[in-house]
Structures are given as structure tokens and as C-alpha cells.
């Protein structure tokens, strides 16, 4: 460890060797591409809607996050499966088989490294039945205190009935929610050019599952769901007066839940990725020390590489606070905190 607090990335993806070998030997059950480099050796994967991924040796080598861990100064990853293989798209059978054998994999990669990595559960969300199975059998097997869920299921918001049971349950097993927006096709127009998908479309998709969860009253109806947010929370914490000024002089906004956005902010963590040392102070100061966790989505191009420098431009901030970026809040949401 660096030093009293552990410092700990909820943010960092993986895409497991056994998957890599299960999507190779059957691409069209997976519906995706395999891209071969020269050698014939399984270099990037390809989605039906073009999106791409290539495929690191951090993403599916336990020694290599390490590794890359150790550049960054993280002491502990919370490993998460990268949002290119939701598998939201596919016959529930098939996106259950891939979620079972990307779990497992996350799991044997932990267990490579127990006192360095933890896991993070994927689920056939399009299901609800299904999607609970795994939930629990991840908890009880691999002892899972997390999961990842795309902030949108083919186009449905996190805030459908549909989903309501998969959220309850996730709550009851003291599971915390990381929420992570993806491209699965379909892109607004204004967002096809200069990798604005990425660049506008993450934080505005994060935002709008907020906002639904939000207004809908499913944060009311479960008040111990914990959720954190990706990429500094979107856009949300930046315009939270909007919303609960909205909420304050529209009816439509107080049609099924009567608590302020301002109320209900509390109620997510956000990762301290904002690439941005004057937008990260204001994320503290908005949303609290003790909602702010540190996340660097690694391995991609997009994430952070030096979280703990951007953190030292911070000024003003005092050492408990620090606690608590560093690894004391993200300690509290995977139960392994001080009682």
C-alpha cells in the first residue's frame, strides 16, 4: 500500500481472457467481429454497429493491471467488464452465458491478485430473472460487493419497471451500482463527427439516467440503492440548480417524486474523472469529499494516468478529505470500511 489509506479505482475495465477465447471461437453468437493483426493473433473486436475495441494486455491479464496500477499509485482496482460486451443486444441465453463466463473471469482475476483487485458483476439486464440469478450467484461465489450496468438497456432507461426488481435486489445485497453509459449504435446525428459520441454523449447519457431516476421516484422507492457515476458524474453536478429550480416551478417535475434533485444528488458517488483539476474542485465542493471516489478507465485512451497528481492540484482540501477520495469512501461502498 502507498500509505495509511488505501488508494482504490472503482473505474477500471477488464475484458477477460476466457471471453477473448469465447468471442474468437464464436463471433457470430456474439455478434461481433474478430479483427486478426498479422501474426493471426486476435488483435481488436468489431461490433455489427462498427464500434471497435482493441484488446490490451491490461484488459484480460492480471499481472499487466497490476502493473499499470502501480504507474498510476493505485493500491486496489474494482474491476469492471468494458462496456463493449454489455451484450444487451443478444438473446437472453446467450448474454446470460456471456455474462457467467465474464464474471468468472473477473473473479479468476482477482483471485490472482486478491489483495490488489476486487470484482464487479455484468448482467443480461434485458432480463430480470435472469439478470437477479447472476447478481446472486456472483455474491455468493465470487463475494462481489459491485455492479456495472450500462445507463441506458437498448435505448430503456435504468428507471423502467422493468428493471425496478434488479435495482431492489442489487440494494438488499448491499451491492453498489456503478453506472456506466456505452455506444450501441443509433447515435444522434451531431454526435457522428470528431468522437463526440464519446467526448458529449457519456456525460450526457449519464445525466439523463440520473435525471430519470430522479424524477421517476425510483431513488424515493429505494432509498439504500447506492449508484456511483462515471467520467466526474456527467453533467449532472454542474447543472443540479437547473434541475432543482425546474423541480421548484414545474408541475411535471413533481409528478412522481417530491424531493429536490438537490436532495437526491446525495444519493450518488461520482469518480473524480474530469480531466480537469478546476472542474474536479468544483465536483468536491458541490457534491461533498464524501461522495467523490477516485476512477482512471484504464486502460483507455480517455482515462487518467496520473489521478493522484490531478488530485494534488486540488488546494484547500484537507487530509481527511483526501481519506476519503483516496480510498476511505470506496472502502464504505464495498463494505470493507471501519465499523
Known sequence: MTGRTPVIDVHSHVLPKPLVEAIAA?????DIEVVRDGQGEVHRFKRSDGHQTPIPAEFHDADAKVAGMDRKGIDISVLSTTPFVFFYWLPV???????RVTNDGIAAMVAAHPTRLRGMATLPMQDADAAIAELERCVREHGFRALEV????????????RFRPILKRAAELKVVLFAHPHFVGGVRDQLECWYLANLIGHPLDTVLMASHLMFS????ELPD????????GGYLPYQIGRLAHGHECRT????QSKTSPLELLRRFWCDA???DAMALKYLVDRVGADRVVIGTDAPYDMGEENPLGMLEQLTGLTNQQRDLIHGLNAL???????S
Open 273 to 275: 474523472l474530469t480531466h
Open 217 to 220: 421516484g425510483t431513488l424515493d
Open 93 to 99: 441465453e446467450r448474454a446470460l452465458a456471456a455474462a
Open 26 to 30: 464464436r463471433p457470430r453468437e456474439h
Open 252 to 255: 411535471e417535475t413533481k409528478a
Open 332 to 338: 464504505e461502498l464495498l463494505g470493507e470500511g471501519q
Open 225 to 232: 440503492l447506492k449508484i456511483i457515476l462515471a467520467h466526474g
Open 150 to 161: 450500462g445507463c441506458t438497456v437498448q435505448d430503456l432507461q435504468l428507471s423502467e419497471p
